[in-house]
T-cell receptor, first 117, second 109 residues
Framework: GAVVSQHPSWVICKSGTSVKIECRSL??????MFWYRQFPKQSLMLMATSNEGSKATYEQGVEKDKFLINHASLTLSTLTVTSAHPEDSSFYICSARLGASGTYEQYFGPGTRLTVT | GDSVTQMEGPVTLSEEACLTINCTYTATGYPSLFWYVQYPGEGLQLLLKATKADDKGSNKGFEATYRKETTSFHLEKGSVQVSDSAVYFCARGTDKLIFGTGTRLQVFP
């Protein structure tokens, strides 16, 4: 099946610094990629949807200036958490979809655990 | 807004026991319904799906039926195995997915 990787799998950073998380579709070209955030014992919350070559669409309540998303190619999307603070500590998960339509399946990465100290 | 509610875990079962994980969803529109499974250290994988009322999704011995009248999509398996131990997520949507909180299943030999 389709494989999506994330790097790093975990990261610890100091408050005020920025962290970049990569999401790659390894064996298919992803027209659309999604970024989710998951708090302990809570569901995955969609943060933003990105289509290759265009600006990401952010969900209500997600700060676009804090969570910068770039989808520069059909196999790579990046999420940069800028000026990170302890409340940004969370599990970030990406998914990739072959097509723009919702009829295509989403394939998920293994997630990145971010800890801000 | 739209939401998905699923039973809290962990669910602890002995091997070969029957499994039911409850899931209900808000009925806005005509969403597709999904069950995803996450094994330790891996990403979510689609387990099964149903796209319209009365559809039954099935895979690997798991089944779930899209019940519009009760807005439910309960996951069932007649005989679980140790290898089924994982976290199971119910989700609704088509273009965007809305997830439940996940239910951890632990199966012991």
């Amino acid at each position: 099946g389709a494989v999506v990787s994330q790097h790093p799998s975990w990261v610890i950073c100091k408050s005020g610094t920025s962290v970049k998380i990569e999401c790659r579709s390894l064996d298919f070209q992803a027209t659309t990629m999604f970024w989710y955030r998951q708090f302990p014992k809570q569901s995955l919350m969609l943060m933003a949807t990105s289509n290759e070559g265009s600006k990401a669409t952010y969900e209500q309540g997600v700060e676009k200036d804090k969570f910068l998303i770039n989808h520069a190619s059909l196999t790579l999307s990046t999420l940069t958490v800028t000026s990170a603070h302890p409340e940004d500590s969370s599990f970030y998960i990406c998914s990739a979809r072959l097509g723009a339509s919702g009829t295509y399946e989403q394939y998920f990465g293994p997630g990145t655990r971010l800890t801000v100290t | 807004g739209d939401s998905v509610t699923q039973m809290e875990g962990p669910v602890t079962l002995s091997e070969e026991a029957c499994l039911t994980i409850n899931c209900t969803y808000t009925a806005t529109g005509y969403p597709s319904l999904f069950w995803y499974v996450q094994y330790p250290g891996e990403g979510l994988q689609l387990l099964l799906k149903a796209t319209k009322a009365d559809d039954k999704g099935s895979n690997k011995g798991f089944e779930a039926t899209y019940r519009k009248e009760t807005t439910s999509f309960h996951l069932e398996k007649g005989s679980v195995q140790v290898s089924d131990s994982a976290v199971y997520f119910c989700a609704r949507g088509t273009d965007k997915l809305i997830f439940g909180t996940g239910t951890r299943l632990q199966v012991f030999p």
